[in-house]
């Protein structure tokens, strides 16, 4: 079993930044895909970015791109999200999740691990 646990959300101006962390537990060493997604009120879980360990490739949803940038510790026990220059529009509840194959999907069904989810807001 792997746990995962976010924490780093809060109450922002547009402008600024946040980083949001993601601490994983248990069989880390099992894990080879990891993804950030996000939920606005009365909006489906939308992908937000991905990184798969081996290689350390990648992957941002347009809206966020250039913006954003994921990264994650070798050992697979910290994942972050480091989101720059933040819009009202980023305003949700952002949820980390992981994956034991290195695929990366960007639909939340495709995910074994969640985390229980931590709030970004941003005011205008």
């Known amino acids: 079993q792997v746990q995962l646990v976010e924490s780093g959300g809060g109450l922002v101006q547009a402008g600024d930044s946040l980083t949001l962390s993601c601490v994983v537990s248990?069989?880390?060493?099992?894990?080879?895909?990891m993804a950030w997604f996000r939920q606005a009120p009365g909006k489906e879980r939308e992908f937000v970015s991905a990184?798969?360990?081996?290689?350390?490739?990648?992957y941002y949803a347009d809206s966020v791109k250039g913006r954003f940038t994921i990264s994650g510790d070798n050992a697979k026990t910290t994942m972050y999200l480091q989101m720059n220059s933040l819009k009202p529009e980023d305003t949700a509840v952002y949820y980390c999740?992981?994956?034991?194959?290195?695929?990366?999907?960007?639909?939340?069904?495709?995910?074994?691990?969640w985390g229980q989810g931590t709030q970004v807001t941003v005011s205008s």
């Open positions: 999740a992981a994956n034991h194959g290195s695929v990366i999907f960007t639909t939340p069904r495709q995910y074994d691990y």
């Open positions: 248990g069989r880390t060493f099992s894990v080879n895909a």
């Open positions: 990184i798969r360990f081996s290689g350390g490739d990648t």
